[in-house]
């Protein structure tokens, strides 16, 4: 035997146990973490949370409240109403016990608000773009995808069975070309207003695609219900594609009615095969009915004050029409979303920052977040705002724009 492999012997000659192997320190398993967040803070990504108080001072121009109905005191009374009535939680599935008699009428004159036969209600936006997705593919389904859409439809897709082919932005001919090298089932899939610069999709073009090839098309209409259309109705009302047998869409309750929650709607028999297949649905607890209520609320204000949808295309236009003529480069909105170009990820954490510190609200979007990696402001319009409020938000972007 070689010596370094000699038994260690006691001191009465006989050998002594092995040595018990080195075991690694406690949470060496998660040290890739360090790295991972020092490439973040390297590339300039690092992300924070700010939690806010209920009554903070500055100016919103970040959230998504686009008709400044979360605090309205309808919305915020009928989910309070709703929760004393039916409970903090669904209290299951919707399949169990998580379905009320609130989300029915919900789904019901959200349907008919849009113009569409029917609706299914689930927790979020998020979910609602999973459910529609992996729900209407299957394998051998063709799903043609927007460069610019939002990450759920782009996790629904990943999530399917079905191949996936992404196309150019906003480029019908380009997905009549992917539609046209396939043979069966097929989806397209888009944005109604896309979130990062806020255009819109030529939906009339897509439909037409759509339909020459037997194809379905699912739009996500998030920042499209109620600003455009009739009264808020929708991209797809505003199309004239809003309850078409071939045109199903998806919306968040958490933008323009204030709330939380999603949605999506289309033909009766879609929304019976989503009951029945989609997994978001199927093992997610139903939708709060503080949230139904105070969505319910929302729907039905909007109803009845239809120039609320109109007022937050005016404040939109009114944002980009004088930060450009002061020289800013900003994408005409198509909806309620105003995009100011940054010269880069860091100059637009700094413009942010310095927005902030002067009281104004802003979003920030860079990279991996943006797909064409140009790092912007982003605004969102409300029709709550005054003219003294818009003034003030222009003229704080105006004085903390970077100047290289």
Request: charged share 20%; glycine share 10%.
């Given at each position: 035997?070689?010596?370094?492999?000699?038994?260690?012997?006691?001191?009465?000659?006989?050998?002594?146990?092995?040595a018990?192997?080195?075991?690694p320190?406690?949470?060496?398993?998660?040290?890739?973490?360090?790295?991972?967040?020092?490439?973040?803070?390297?590339?300039?990504?690092?992300?924070?949370?700010?939690?806010?108080?209920?009554?903070?001072?500055l100016?919103?121009?970040?959230?998504?409240?686009?008709?400044?109905?979360a605090?309205?005191?309808?919305?915020?009374?009928?989910?309070?109403?709703?929760?004393?009535?039916w409970?903090?939680g669904?209290?299951?599935?919707r399949?169990?016990?998580?379905?009320?008699?609130?989300h029915?009428?919900?789904?019901?004159?959200?349907?008919?608000?849009?113009?569409?036969?029917?609706?299914?209600?689930?927790?979020?936006?998020?979910?609602?773009?999973?459910?529609?997705?992996?729900?209407?593919?299957?394998?051998?389904?063709?799903?043609?995808s927007?460069?610019?859409?939002?990450?759920?439809?782009?996790?629904?897709?990943?999530?399917?069975?079905a191949?996936?082919?992404?196309?150019?932005?906003?480029?019908?001919?380009?997905?009549?070309?992917?539609?046209?090298?396939?043979?069966?089932?097929?989806?397209a899939v888009?944005?109604?207003?896309?979130?990062?610069?806020?255009d819109?999709?030529?939906?009339?073009?897509?439909?037409?695609?759509?339909?020459?090839?037997?194809?379905?098309?699912?739009?996500?209409?998030?920042?499209?219900?109620?600003?455009?259309?009739?009264?808020?109705?929708?991209?797809?009302?505003?199309?004239?594609?809003?309850?078409?047998?071939?045109?199903?869409?998806?919306?968040?309750?958490?933008?323009?009615?204030?709330?939380q929650?999603?949605?999506?709607?289309?033909?009766?028999?879609?929304?019976?095969?989503?009951?029945?297949?989609?997994?978001?649905?199927?093992?997610?607890?139903?939708?709060?009915?503080?949230?139904?209520?105070?969505?319910?609320?929302?729907?039905?204000?909007?109803?009845?004050?239809?120039?609320?949808?109109?007022?937050?295309?005016?404040v939109?236009?009114?944002?980009?029409?004088?930060?450009?003529?002061?020289?800013?480069?900003?994408?005409?909105?198509?909806?309620?979303?105003?995009?100011?170009?940054?010269?880069?990820?860091?100059?637009?954490?700094?413009?942010?920052a310095?927005?902030?510190?002067?009281?104004?609200?802003?979003?920030?979007?860079?990279?991996?977040s943006?797909?064409?990696?140009?790092?912007?402001?982003?605004?969102?319009?409300?029709?709550?705002?005054?003219?003294?409020?818009?003034?003030?938000?222009?003229?704080?972007?105006?004085?903390?724009?970077?100047?290289?």
């Amino acid at each position: 035997m070689p010596q370094d492999s000699a038994p260690t012997l006691l001191r009465d000659g006989s050998p002594a146990a092995p040595a018990e192997p080195r075991r690694p320190a406690h949470g060496a398993a998660f040290d890739w973490l360090d790295e991972a967040r020092d490439e973040r803070r390297r590339a300039g990504l690092v992300r924070t949370l700010r939690p806010r108080p209920a009554d903070h001072p500055l100016l919103d121009l970040a959230g998504n409240d686009y008709l400044g109905l979360a605090r309205h005191p309808e919305v915020t009374h009928g989910a309070a109403a709703a929760a004393q009535r039916w409970g903090a939680g669904a209290t299951g599935s919707r399949l169990v016990t998580g379905s009320t008699e609130l989300h029915a009428r919900l789904e019901s004159e959200l349907a008919a608000f849009c113009g569409f036969e029917a609706a299914l209600v689930l927790s979020s936006g998020y979910t609602a773009n999973l459910a529609a997705v992996t729900a209407l593919t299957a394998a051998g389904t063709l799903v043609v995808s927007d460069a610019g859409n939002h990450a759920s439809l782009i996790d629904g897709c990943r999530l399917s069975r079905a191949r996936t082919q992404v196309v150019p932005h906003a480029d019908p001919e380009a997905v009549r070309a992917a539609l046209n090298g396939h043979d069966g089932r097929a989806l397209a899939v888009t944005d109604s207003v896309f979130s990062v610069d806020g255009d819109a999709a030529p939906l009339p073009a897509l439909a037409e695609v759509c339909r020459t090839r037997g194809a379905a098309l699912l739009v996500d209409d998030a920042h499209g219900l109620g600003v455009l259309g009739e009264g808020g109705r929708g991209a797809l009302w505003a199309a004239g594609l809003a309850g078409d047998g071939d045109v199903v869409t998806t919306v968040t309750l958490s933008k323009s009615l204030g709330s939380q929650g999603g949605a999506v709607l289309g033909p009766a028999r879609v929304i019976e095969h989503l009951v029945n297949t989609a997994r978001s649905f199927i093992f997610d607890t139903g939708l709060a009915p503080a949230a139904a209520g105070g969505a319910l609320a929302a729907l039905r204000l909007l109803g009845r004050e239809p120039e609320r949808a109109a007022r937050a295309g005016q404040v939109a236009r009114k944002l980009h029409d004088r930060l450009t003529a002061a020289g800013l480069a900003a994408v005409r909105p198509d909806a309620a979303v105003v995009s100011v170009r940054a010269p880069s990820p860091e100059a637009a954490v700094g413009w942010a920052a310095d927005c902030r510190a002067a009281g104004l609200v802003v979003g920030c979007f860079r990279p991996p977040s943006v797909p064409d990696g140009i790092s912007r402001l982003r605004l969102t319009a409300r029709a709550d705002l005054t003219d003294d409020q818009i003034d003030t938000a222009v003229g704080t972007i105006l004085a903390t724009a970077p100047t290289d």
